[in-house]
């Protein structure tokens, strides 16, 4: 089935440790995007890729970083975790940047203690 | 740039009575709108998206939003609400691209029998 893989589903993390979090697309899509989603804030953008080859920071990058070696892949790492890390994670892609529909993964829930 | 409100954190109506999600944006220059759901451990889906035309717009599962330019606002109704609809919706706002998109808080749905 076409669409987004993320893995892990969820992960426990102690704090200071590194941490990257998968997402695979097999859609073809140029853009990919990483978001956090918190109570009572919503989905918030990380970073995102417009094609690969390519990232840019989104509202809140602090603490994290990407890469996007190729079409497919745009994994997200944490180079040491904090608690306010704590969040669920997901990934989304679209055909284009220019406000075509997002299609997301079903998320990574990571606690960080 | 941009922001979404979505008044009502959480929502409760009985199965076949009728939906009415608020959804309120800042945005200087004429908006992308989206409605998205997600039900409990998954990603967004998409219901429906306005760029411009028919305020009216018409979305998946019987669900349709309306534009009103006079009142900012990108209101999501359905006339007859199913058990399945129980989920949380969030309504979202952008630009000429997706990396400027922002999202509202939530509202969570619960139908009740």
């Known amino acids: 089935i076409a669409g987004i893989t993320q893995a892990p589903t969820s992960q426990i993390l102690a704090a200071g440790r590194r941490m990257t979090l998968r997402c695979t697309q097999d859609?073809?899509?140029?853009?990919m995007y990483w978001y956090r989603q918190d109570l009572g804030l919503g989905l918030r953008l990380i970073h995102y890729s417009n094609t690969a080859g390519t990232t840019g920071k989104g509202e809140v990058p602090d603490g994290y970083s990407v890469s996007r070696a190729n079409t497919d892949d745009f994994p997200l790492t944490l180079a040491s975790a904090v608690p306010s890390q704590t969040s669920v994670y997901f990934c989304?892609?679209?055909?284009?940047?220019?406000?075509?529909?997002?299609?997301f993964g079903n998320g990574t829930r990571l606690t960080v203690t | 740039a941009q922001s979404v409100t979505q008044p009502d954190i959480h929502i409760t109506v009985s199965e076949g009575a009728s939906l009415e999600l608020r959804c309120n944006y800042s945005?200087?220059?004429?908006?992308?709108l989206f409605w998205y759901v997600q039900s409990p451990g998954q990603g967004l889906q998409l219901l429906l998206k306005?760029?411009?035309?028919?305020?009216l717009v018409q979305g998946i599962k019987g669900f349709e939003a309306e534009f009103k330019r006079s009142q900012s606002s990108f209101n999501l109704r359905k006339p007859s609400v199913h058990w399945s609809d129980a989920a949380e919706y969030f309504c979202a706002v952008g630009h000429y691209n997706n990396n400027d998109m922002r999202f509202g808080a939530g509202t969570r749905l619960t139908v009740k029998p």
């Open positions: 859609m073809r899509h140029n853009a």
């Open positions: 989304a892609s679209s055909d284009s940047i220019g406000n075509s529909p997002l299609h």
């Open positions: 306005y760029f411009s035309g028919d305020t």
């Open positions: 945005y200087g220059a004429t908006p992308y």
